[in-house]
Every structure is written in structure tokens, then in C-alpha cells.
């Protein structure tokens, strides 16, 4: 396999989480090798965007036997940072950190939870997917043995630009944010917005709009 | 104002929901109206950008003036069909259900939460942010005064093809999938998939990628 010889452009890194999930899906059915052409059927896309966006990064394919699955599914992992693993931390305990703290799906792509914080008295204490709920006023000290590398933000908008600072100043290299505010945080420290809201607009566009 | 000549492209419309967001602060703020400079300044794009998205659909400014914010907000709106508003139904009452249910921030768009629907006993009967949850077989009897445009699906992926394809016949004209499953819909149906692993492995790829 050739090396990839310059970073991936973003506009291919955007589309491989998708391929990685199809891979996956395929390496638990079993299946050992596919076509460029059966990959991008079941997939909906072209056999030449596959090709081609494969080969950005060094092309994995072998002329008349296709690509190796487990191969490809390593290499995108590799690409996506994945195969090292992630620790996480969810701050803001409320409906939506509940949801995503008790979703098995991000462990099975490397991300291991491994604190949850809160400031509400009333749920400090109790356990959510086997993690006990801290203070947030504990994250200074806890954040030492836990040493995680991404905080996912599902705090109340008012709240999130101070957090941001704090996990940031804790060690933190990213920021998961459903916080619907557009966080400022040092050069050096990645964020991945989620706004919610912004993809049920574009629903709304596709059903009625001009 | 000239009218828009053609329908926007998909690139110019996936960034109308974050001006809409924008607008609606400047507008809750106080602010009357603004120029490309400070909008573009605020929002930390160009000002040639938001000068060619505005035109696209007519374009709102004027020379001397800026925009006018109240205008721009409507204008956005119309263009996203957000004004004459939507009625919501969550299928899947599960910890992601309750969240967007409980999130209050889609009413200020435009979309109303008419009812709950899911298939757990120990739940059916409890309220969620004063709705109702009721049992996913009172859908086609509940839909008939209900009359839900889009169907939030957040249920298991093993569910969700079977449970698109029945809110699909009972009338639903759009389906904000968050079941991690590629659903096959009926010609005329629209989809908008939230793929929150997604969003994680390309944190991933900022943090560590190659």
C-alpha cells in the first residue's frame, strides 16, 4: 500500500466517518473484500467518488479483487484518529447528556466515557451507565486520573463559554458542543459544533421551502 | 426587494439556518438593522460570502444602509418554509426522545411537538413536556386529528425502517432520522439523517487525525 503522501482535503475527511460505518457494518456480516462498484451501490454514491476519494489517501484497492474490508476499515480509522482510542467526559447531565452518556454505539468506535459532571445537587451522586455523576466543582481534581482528551458540552447555553474555558485549561484537545453557543477556546483545541436545530431548518427547507 | 429567480442551491441553503440563528440574537438584541461588514465580522465568515448567499435569493441589502434585520429574518425563514410553521410528532420516547422533547429551543422555529408515540407499556400513559406518551398502534387513529408534517424518529435502528414506512403512509412529509439506519422512503418524502457518530470521528480527525 503506498503511503498517502499530503494530508486528506476536509471535504474528504467529512465523507469518511460514513464509509467507516459501512465498513464496519460489512466487517460484521462477514464480508472479507468488496468492489468499488458494490461499495458505492450499497452506498449510494459513485464507484468513481469511491476510487477516487480513496486514493487521496493512497488508494487501498487491488485491480480485479476490490478492497480489503478489515484493511480499509484499519486505514479510515487511522485517518480519523480513531484506533488510539478517546477518552471522554460529559458535562451537563440533563435529558440529552443522559441520552448520549447511555449510547453504546461511540464506545464501539473507540470512545470511552469516563467522567460525567453536573451542578445539580439533586443528581450528584447517582450513576448513569455505571458512572457516578460529580460536581463540576471537582473536575480540577478529577480531571488529573481521568485525563481525558475530549469534553462533550451539553450544558445550558448561559454556561458554556465558562466551561469551555475551564476544560481547556484542564487539558482538553476537544470540544463536542451541543451547547447552541459558538464557543471561543485556544489555538490548538478543536471543536465540533452540533446544532440541532440548524439540520431540522434544512428539513423544513426540503419539505416546503423556496 | 426583487424576488428570487430561481430556487437556492443546496450549499447557499445548509448555511441559511446559521444566519437565521444570528438574526434572531441581532433581532432578540435590538438591532434594527446591520451591514455585510459586521454581520460577517460576528459570524467570522467574509462579507463577500454573506453579499453572494444574500443574492442568491435577491438579495436584501442596500447601499449605504445594511440589512434590515427584521426583513432578513423573515426573508430566511420564508426561504427555509419555517413561517407558516411545522407540527412534530418523536417516535421513541428513550432517553433521546425525552431530550427533544424537553428541548424548548424548536418552538422559537417554528415547530410544535403534537405528540409522543412509543411501544414501552411502563412509559405509555406518562407526560413529557405535557404531552401525552402513547402507544406507536394509536398512530394511525392519533394522526388523523394530530395531522404531523414531520416524524422525529428516534427509536432503535431494528425499529426504524418498519416505523418510517408507516409514518409515511399516514401522511408525513418529512423524517428527522436519528435511528443510525439508512431509511428507504416513498418518492416525495424527505429525510434529514443526524449521524452523531459522525460528528465524533470527525472531532477524532481534528484532534489526532492524519
Wanted: hydrophobic share 40%; charged share 20%.
Amino acid at each position: 500500500m503506498k503511503q498517502p503522501s499530503k494530508k486528506v482535503s476536509k471535504v474528504v475527511v467529512r465523507r469518511l466517518p460514513r464509509y467507516y460505518r459501512y465498513l464496519a457494518d460489512l466487517k460484521s456480516d462477514g464480508v472479507e473484500r468488496i468492489s468499488s462498484m458494490e461499495l458505492a451501490k450499497k452506498m449510494n454514491v459513485t464507484a468513481s467518488q469511491i476510487r477516487q476519494d480513496f486514493n487521496c489517501f493512497g488508494g487501498f484497492g487491488q485491480q480485479g479483487y476490490g478492497y480489503n474490508v478489515e484493511q480499509l476499515y484499519l486505514s479510515i480509522g487511522d485517518i480519523l484518529g480513531l484506533n488510539e482510542g478517546h477518552k471522554t467526559v460529559i458535562i451537563g447531565a440533563g435529558n440529552l447528556g443522559h441520552a448520549i452518556a447511555n449510547y453504546h454505539g461511540f464506545e464501539k468506535r473507540g470512545f470511552t466515557l469516563v467522567g460525567i459532571f453536573d451542578s445539580n445537587k439533586a443528581i450528584i451522586g447517582s450513576k448513569i451507565n455505571g458512572i457516578t455523576v460529580k460536581h463540576i466543582d471537582e473536575m480540577e481534581k478529577e480531571f488529573k486520573t481521568l485525563a481525558p482528551d475530549i469534553a462533550i458540552l451539553t450544558v445550558p447555553k448561559s454556561a458554556a463559554q465558562e466551561v469551555a474555558e475551564r476544560v481547556c485549561s484542564l487539558g482538553v484537545r476537544g470540544i463536542w458542543n451541543f451547547s447552541h453557543k459558538e464557543l471561543s477556546v485556544p489555538a490548538g483545541v478543536a471543536i465540533e459544533n452540533v446544532h440541532l436545530s440548524d439540520s431540522l431548518m434544512t428539513l423544513s427547507h426540503a419539505i416546503c421551502g423556496k
